[in-house]
């Protein structure tokens, strides 16, 4: 290739990347200030003048126990001090002893008149001091009004003159894609501004003891990030800065989690209130209506949750829920899995009464419910296991006359341990009724049932005079 063709094709491609970047520029400039376009530079200094001031930096102190392997501040000790030190028994720290760890996070200030500040759980846990750098260096001292750990959200309050707060988002118009921006104190450095986009919506899995529905982002969050703020272009609280998943250096990997700003307010209403957060109980197990178990059930329906087993004097009974019900909203919040099934239910306040709305066969109906408390019991909308099948049972024809029982069906004679059925949910005394709504009373009719399913069966089953739903696969 000669020279002149060459300069030729240099001059191609630096074009290209000009109209690239123009192109870029112009999809970016949704959301910044004026003056900074009309000046031809985009620019986010003028909305991150009116919310940085609302994100603050919080220092805790927390006893925890000495040892050896630890400075007095914390900080682990390099080997080769420790190894001189071993030399000198009088200079180690004791083990058992007690000494005061430093941590360092971020916080949001989201009411500037009662000093609220929301921060994450993990940041202030077990906390002895808990103070607040704001943005202008004043330090103020915090008191914790709640903490909820099965959110990763606290509540603490300030009092300070000329406080700034931010504004929650409608999370309801954030979408995958939108432009966001990352605002904390990682590393415990000073408040530190990223820049990224939604990467996803309704994350979960990362703890499922958890009430996780988290948006993910490749704005770059660090340690000392948790509890800071992810706000849009506007300048709004998206939702607060939680956890990453990061590498052996513990740095961002461009895949980190906040808890939507909807789930927060949530959160800080039990808080405000009670200082925990007491969580409310439907009384029933669920899995979630995928389109080949609704396939099975006969409904017509793209999502929801379905009603697996009910709690005897549960909320749920009490309303007149019935297994096979497929739950769809709650006090006008759609319920599209069994996941938003158990996040709503768990922030409803007890002793609430709410409005059902579910479909049973084929038709919408609303029942009304008072809301339980839970007593220590993990009934709010646990999820069954839907996707098993039965081999490993022995079933026998029984019926009403000759067993006593309320329906007619198959006895759950046998269960092999650690079979596929036992792992299905099946258990020995079960009486199955149903397959798809259509009655069994003998084991041919409940095969051919299986068979006709083209990928899930809906099996119903009475145990302990109590209803069952337990969806199988085809083998």
Same mark, same amino acid.
């Given at each position: ?14 074009? %290209? ?13 949704? $959301? ?23 994100? !603050? ?10 040892? /050896? ?21 009088? @200079? ?8 005061? /760890? ?30 607040? +750098?704001?943005?202008? +260096?004043? !330090? ?10 099965? *959110? #990763? ?9 000329? @406080?700034?707060?931010?504004? %929650? ?11 966001? =921006? ?8 000073? +408040? ?5 986009? =939604? ?18 982002? #490749? ?8 509890? &800071?703020?992810? =706000? #849009? ?16 250096? &513990? ?13 927060? /307010? ?23 209506? *995928? ?10 329906? @793209? ?17 007149? !829920?019935?297994v096979s019900d497929i739950i769809i909203e709650i006090d006008d919040r759609p319920i599209d899995s069994s996941r938003e099934l158990r996040n709503t239910v768990g922030l409803i306040r007890q002793g609430k009464e709410v409005d059902l709305v579910l ?16 007593? $220590?019991?993990?009934?709010? $909308? ?5 996707? +098993? *099948? ?13 067993? &006593?029982?309320?329906?007619? $069906? ?13 792992? /299905? ?17 003998? =084991? ?16 119903? !089953? ?14």
């Open positions: 290739m000669n020279c002149t063709k060459q300069v030729t094709l240099v001059k191609r491609i630096g074009g %290209l990347l000009i109209l690239l970047f123009l192109v870029l520029i112009g999809n970016f400039s949704y $959301g910044i200030s004026k003056e900074a376009m009309q000046a031809g530079l985009p620019s986010l200094a003028s909305m991150l003048e009116k919310s940085t001031p609302a994100v !603050v930096n919080i220092r805790v102190t927390k006893p925890v126990p000495a040892s /050896a392997q630890f400075s007095p501040r914390g900080e682990k000790i390099p080997d080769e001090v420790r190894r001189f030190l071993e030399t000198r028994p009088d @200079l180690m720290p004791r083990n058992g002893q007690q000494r005061l /760890a430093t941590g360092a996070g971020s916080g949001v200030i989201i009411d500037a008149e009662q000093g609220y500040i929301i921060t994450n759980h993990h940041v202030i846990e077990g906390a002895s001091n808990i103070s607040v +750098q704001l943005s202008d +260096q004043r !330090v103020i001292e915090a008191s914790l009004i709640g903490s909820d750990k099965a *959110t #990763d959200i606290a509540l603490l309050q300030i009092t300070g003159d000329d @406080l700034v707060d931010i504004k %929650l988002a409608d999370i309801d118009s954030v979408q995958v894609g939108d432009f966001v =921006v990352a605002i904390g104190n990682p590393f415990g450095i000073g +408040q530190t501004v990223t820049s990224g986009i =939604v990467s996803a919506l309704g994350r979960a899995g990362l703890n499922n003891q958890n009430y996780e529905d988290f948006i993910q982002t #490749d704005a770059s969050i660090n340690r000392g990030n948790s509890g &800071g703020a992810l =706000v #849009d272009l506007e300048g709004r609280l998206v939702g607060i800065n939680t956890a990453i998943i990061s590498g052996n250096g &513990g740095g961002s990997n461009g895949i980190g989690f906040a808890v939507p700003a909807d789930m927060v /307010a949530r959160v800080i209403e039990h808080l405000e209130r009670d200082g925990e957060v007491r969580r409310g109980i439907l009384g029933v197990t669920i899995a979630t209506a *995928t389109p080949e178990i609704i396939a099975s059930l006969g409904v017509d329906l @793209l999502e929801g949750a379905i009603v697996t087993s009910i709690l005897p004097n549960s909320a749920a009974e009490r309303a007149g !829920v019935e479909y049973r066969n084929g038709d919408k109906t609303t029942l009304k419910t008072t809301i339980g408390g839970s007593d $220590g019991q993990v009934a709010y $909308g646990e999820e069954t296991d839907a996707n +098993q *099948t039965l081999s490993g049972a022995k079933l026998r024809s029984v019926t009403q006359s000759t067993e &006593g029982i309320d329906e007619s $069906g198959l006895l759950v004679e046998h269960i092999e341990p650690s079979s596929l059925a036992a792992r /299905a949910g099946l258990q020995e005394g079960d009486i199955i009724v149903q397959v798809n709504r259509e009655t069994v009373a003998s =084991v041919d009719s409940f095969n051919a049932a299986i068979e006709d399913s083209e990928r899930f069966s809906a099996v119903k !089953v009475l145990r302990q005079g109590r209803e069952m739903l337990i969806f199988v696969p085809r083998a």
